[in-house]
């Protein structure tokens, strides 16, 4: 049974930072790109970043570029999301999600998590 892992979400000051990590189990890890989602209250889920199955890749939303950065421990079947400069609009229940490809889209990946909650105030 495949399992995704969300922890390290919380509330924090906007311009804080918070690291995420997603532990999985159930699965062949290292064969797996490894995504990032979230959804705001009243919105659709949207893309934040991916980080291919090796690590050796990743890319970003526009509006997290340069704040964000994933990366995985497949020793520690680990995925993280180390999120800097918070910003009111980052608000949102973060998802991370297993999938053959090393894509942006949503619908690619076949195994997510349960979501853990990031809450930025001003």
């Known amino acids: 049974q495949v399992q995704l892992v969300e922890s390290g979400g919380g509330s924090v000051q906007a311009g804080g930072s918070l690291r995420l990590s997603c532990v999985a189990s159930g699965v062949t890890f290292n064969s797996y790109a490894m995504g990032w989602f979230r959804q705001a209250p009243g919105k659709e889920r949207e893309f934040v970043g991916t980080v291919s199955w090796s690590g050796g890749s990743t890319y970003y939303a526009d509006s997290v570029k340069g704040r964000f950065t994933i990366s995985r421990d497949n020793a520690k079947n680990t995925v993280y999301l180390q999120m800097n400069r918070l910003k009111l609009e980052d608000t949102a229940v973060y998802y991370c999600?297993?999938?053959?490809?090393?894509?942006?889209?949503?619908?690619?990946?076949?195994?997510w998590g349960q979501g853990t909650q990031v809450t930025v105030s001003s």
């Open positions: 999600a297993a999938g053959s490809d090393y894509s942006g889209e949503a619908w690619r990946y076949d195994y």
